[in-house]
């Protein structure tokens, strides 16, 4: 009788937990709110959660206040040939600028079980006062859109509120499944950026 309950229970638990990971993974991916929180210092930590953008898209969100003014903020966020050192995620990063002003971006990025993806894009710099903006909206390969942001602004001469935007879809995985991967990973790409800021 006891290996009975041994044969039936144990799978039972085994499904059972496997079936609610599973849940949280389709939620976390899924549930999307219009609210954009931000933290208000940089003992907040980095703040993710999927986004629901005016456009109706699903986009995964993050926000850090980083202690370093705005200029040496931006300094790391666009100094794309350092990716490699500051990101865990990012690799052979090379980087150039196009004659219309864009930066292209050419790297490898790894999103832990969706692999890795060549990564080849133009980006847009723009400054609107206390505001910049890094932004770009470029495919590769099996990554069928990538489109996103960094966003700093200026919150007073040692502070920096930074906000990353990011909206990802790859080949051969759902579309849920890609946002609740990459909404785990956000936030340790957020402290890296931090890391780096503060070095």
């Given at each position: 009788?006891k290996?009975?309950?041994?044969r039936?229970?144990?799978?039972?638990a085994?499904?059972?937990v496997?079936?609610?990971l599973?849940?949280?993974l389709?939620?976390?991916?899924t549930?999307?709110?219009?609210?954009?929180?931000?933290p208000?210092?940089?003992?907040?930590?980095?703040?993710?959660?999927?986004?629901?953008?005016?456009?109706?898209?699903?986009?995964v969100?993050?926000?850090?206040?980083?202690?370093?003014?705005?200029?040496?903020?931006w300094?790391?966020?666009t100094?794309?040939?350092?990716?490699?050192?500051?990101?865990?995620?990012?690799?052979k990063?090379?980087?150039s600028?196009?004659?219309?002003g864009r930066?292209?971006?050419?790297?490898?990025?790894?999103?832990?079980?969706?692999?890795?993806?060549?990564?080849?894009?133009?980006?847009?710099?723009?400054?609107?006062g206390d505001?910049?903006?890094?932004?770009?909206?470029?495919?590769?390969?099996?990554?069928?859109?990538n489109?996103?942001?960094?966003?700093l602004?200026?919150l007073?001469?040692?502070?920096?509120?930074?906000?990353y935007?990011?909206?990802?879809e790859?080949?051969?995985?759902?579309?849920?499944?890609?946002?609740?991967?990459?909404r785990g990973r956000q936030r340790?790409?957020?402290?890296?950026?931090?890391?780096?800021?503060?070095?």
């Amino acid at each position: 009788m006891k290996l009975l309950r041994k044969r039936v229970l144990i799978p039972a638990a085994l499904f059972l937990v496997t079936g609610v990971l599973f849940l949280v993974l389709v939620l976390r991916g899924t549930l999307a709110t219009s609210e954009t929180p931000r933290p208000s210092t940089s003992a907040d930590g980095a703040l993710a959660h999927l986004w629901l953008s005016p456009e109706g898209r699903k986009v995964v969100r993050c926000a850090l206040v980083v202690d370093r003014p705005l200029d040496r903020v931006w300094s790391v966020v666009t100094g794309y040939a350092r990716f490699p050192e500051i990101f865990p995620t990012v690799q052979k990063a090379t980087s150039s600028v196009e004659p219309d002003g864009r930066h292209r971006l050419q790297a490898e990025v790894s999103a832990s079980v969706l692999g890795v993806w060549p990564v080849d894009v133009l980006i847009r710099h723009e400054e609107k006062g206390d505001v910049r903006v890094a932004s770009w909206d470029q495919p590769t390969g099996d990554v069928l859109r990538n489109s996103g942001s960094w966003t700093l602004t200026k919150l007073d001469d040692q502070r920096t509120l930074v906000e990353y935007l990011l909206d990802v879809e790859v080949r051969r995985y759902p579309d849920w499944f890609v946002r609740a991967v990459l909404r785990g990973r956000q936030r340790g790409i957020l402290r890296a950026l931090g890391e780096g800021a503060l070095r």
